[in-house]
């Protein structure tokens, strides 16, 4: 079964840019459907974008605009590119492939 390793997140400044990764440890292939989520304590995760096979892409209306979803195959890879970035992006963030989960990265917000 194919494992996700987030590497990246941190610290980023209001306005400023992050970008996540999401690398598989097999191929992503099969995949249809790959995301990114994201989840603050108390709250519940929740969807922030979707890319599927064909290339379609979802957002999240709170990141329109500002965060790109995208997929390499053939680096076994998906990335979340976080431009504008406001204090409440500030979360816990996860990739998804399929039913598998990464272990999640954190993200804060702050000047």
């Known amino acids: 079964q194919v494992q996700l390793v987030e590497p990246g997140g941190g610290l980023g400044q209001p306005g400023g840019s992050l970008r996540l990764s999401c690398a598989g440890s097999?191929?992503?292939?099969?995949?249809?459907?790959m995301g990114w989520y994201r989840q603050t304590p108390g709250k519940q995760r929740e969807l922030v974008a979707l890319?599927?096979?064909?290339?379609?892409?979802n957002y999240a209306d709170s990141v329109k605009g500002r965060f790109t979803i995208s997929r390499d195959n053939a680096k076994n890879t998906m990335y979340l590119q976080m431009n504008s970035l406001k204090p409440e992006d500030t979360a816990v963030y996860y990739c998804?492939?399929?039913?598998?989960w990464g272990q999640g990265t954190q993200v804060t917000v702050s000047s």
């Open positions: 097999g191929s992503i292939l099969g995949f249809r459907r």
């Open positions: 890319i599927a096979s064909d290339g379609r892409m």
């Open positions: 998804s492939m399929g039913i598998i």
